[in-house]
């Protein structure tokens, strides 16, 4: 412990004290700190009294998250800083907060308007009022994205994410989620111009512009925004004049603060039909995935659903639901609906076997179980790693972090009991086996190259499923 950690004023401010942790964090972390940065940059330090430092956390998953991975290491640098009763305290930021406006008006000073000076949103956002986060069902599958999307609602341009780029494969809620963010933003800064673009009206806009000679107002338009939202990205394709339109753009707004929340089908460096200066500028904020969703997040997403259309149903067929629709949040609401079809139409009662003719009518979408052979089998193949070796003693750390993949996958995708599973696992007990799914939930938000194993492999075992 050398004297270079103690802070040499008399009194260091919270931001101090806290850029200190932060250089301990880093030193602590090693590999794959980017997104770490990019997560922990969302935090404020926002006072130091007595030796408690209040850190602002932009929702309760940010608080969970940093307590359970950093609160030991932080505790400890504060301590040494600034001496043993030192402590750390946390404040979410709630929506009332981020909204000043919904705030009782005694609080706050009136808002200060200046009629005509700026038209508050001179043309239509395209956001739909329909998605919301209100109905969108928070899960393992979609947490991070969630988050940061909440963040950048509330502190446009303020925060690291910047542009937030939120990908997964179709049908699990992309669209739903940037709607629910620029209604979000929306709401707390009724001053800022949002748009909501899919890409293809982008191409469509920008051609248009081309042909009746009207391309400076086109820019104009989309550069005097704060808040861009283009969903789809990976359909911005055709001529190369329109990549470099939105290149333009979004060099524009980026460098001015503005905030930018892009979607795609798939991870910036897999984004095989842009260029790749565009892509690696989208490596500049947070790549956020969207998961299949896992069974707890199906089941609370078709509870939700089906409380939305006011049915009844009984936790038994509730659950064989959200065992056997796998695939996609699309598909879960493809299964309401036809289940209030035939209740409400056709007047049937909402019984198990109502259930499996629907889920049955999913076929084509509906994977078929996926079995722990098969995540051996292709655990095995991803990695190279003979399968009697995953299931065995080594301890080699290769082999470790694909076994943690694999029992993960285990976990998620088949109903195993913890302890049967451990048995598949060359004998586990129960205990290990749930500290490796702890382990790889624990660090998908973060660990970008475990997330992208992840992902294959579900890929992978969806098709062949
Ligand atoms: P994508 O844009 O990724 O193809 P969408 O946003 O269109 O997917 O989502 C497909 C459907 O699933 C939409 O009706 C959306 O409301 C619904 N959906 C997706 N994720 C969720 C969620 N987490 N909670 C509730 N509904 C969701
Ligand atoms: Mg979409």
């Not at 707004?253 to 200066?277: C, F, G, W, Y």
Request: contains cysteine; aromatic residues 8%; charged residues 25%.
């Amino acid at each position: 412990m050398g004297i270079s950690t103690e802070v040499s004023t008399a009194s260091p401010t919270a931001q101090e004290i806290w850029q200190r942790c932060l250089e301990v964090i880093q030193r602590n972390l090693g590999a794959n700190q980017a997104p770490i940065q990019t997560f922990l940059s969302a935090v404020q330090p926002i006072s130091l009294q007595q030796s408690v430092l209040t850190l602002r956390v932009p929702s309760q998953f940010f608080y969970e998250y940093i307590e359970e991975h950093f609160s030991p290491l932080i505790v400890r640098t504060l301590r040494r800083l600034l001496g043993p009763k030192a402590r750390l305290e946390y404040q979410v930021m709630t929506a009332m907060e981020a909204a000043p406006m919904r705030l009782p008006s005694q609080e706050l000073p009136p808002p200060m308007v200046f009629p005509g000076l700026r038209p508050s949103q001179p043309f239509p956002t395209n956001l739909n009022p329909k998605y919301t986060f209100e109905n969108f069902i928070e899960g393992e599958c979609n947490r991070l994205a969630r988050s940061a999307g909440m963040s950048v609602a509330q502190r446009p341009g303020q925060t690291a994410f910047n542009p937030l780029f939120i990908y997964g494969e179709v049908g699990q809620g992309k669209t739903h989620l940037v709607h629910a963010i620029g209604n979000y933003a929306r709401l707390l800064h009724p001053d800022k111009v949002i748009l909501y673009l899919t890409s293809d009206r982008f191409v469509q806009e920008y051609t248009d512009s081309v042909r009746s000679k009207k391309v400076s107002d086109f820019l104009q338009r989309l550069q005097s925004v704060d808040f861009l939202i283009v969903d789809d990205i990976q359909y911005l394709v055709g001529k190369a004049s329109t990549q470099d339109m939105f290149f333009h753009i979004f060099n524009h707004l980026h460098q001015k603060s503005r905030q930018i929340v892009i979607t795609a089908d798939a991870h910036p460096s897999e984004l095989k039909s842009m260029e790749e200066r565009i892509t690696s500028r989208f490596a500049w904020g947070l790549a956020a995935p969207l998961y299949p969703p896992d069974y707890e997040t199906r089941l609370a997403i078709l509870r939700f659903k089906l409380r939305q259309e006011g049915v009844e149903i009984q936790e038994e067929i509730l659950s064989y639901l959200a065992e056997n629709v796998q695939s996609r949040v699309r598909d879960l609401e493809g299964v309401v609906i036809q289940l209030l079809a035939e209740t409400s139409i056709r007047r049937r009662e909402l019984s198990l076997s109502l259930a499996e003719q629907v889920v049955s009518r999913f076929k084509p979408l509906r994977t078929r179980a996926i079995t722990v052979e098969n995540i051996l089998k292709a655990v095995s193949n991803y990695f190279k790693i003979h399968i009697d070796e995953l299931t065995g003693k080594s301890r080699r750390k290769e082999v470790a972090h694909a076994r943690h993949i694999a029992v993960y996958l285990a976990r998620k995708h088949t109903r195993h009991a913890l302890k049967a599973l451990g048995e598949y696992f060359g004998g586990r007990d129960h205990s290990t086996i749930l500290h490796s799914c702890q382990w790889v939930s624990e660090m998908l938000p973060i660990d970008q190259e475990l997330n992208r194993h992840v992902q294959d492999l579900e890929r992978i075992l969806f098709r062949s499923a």
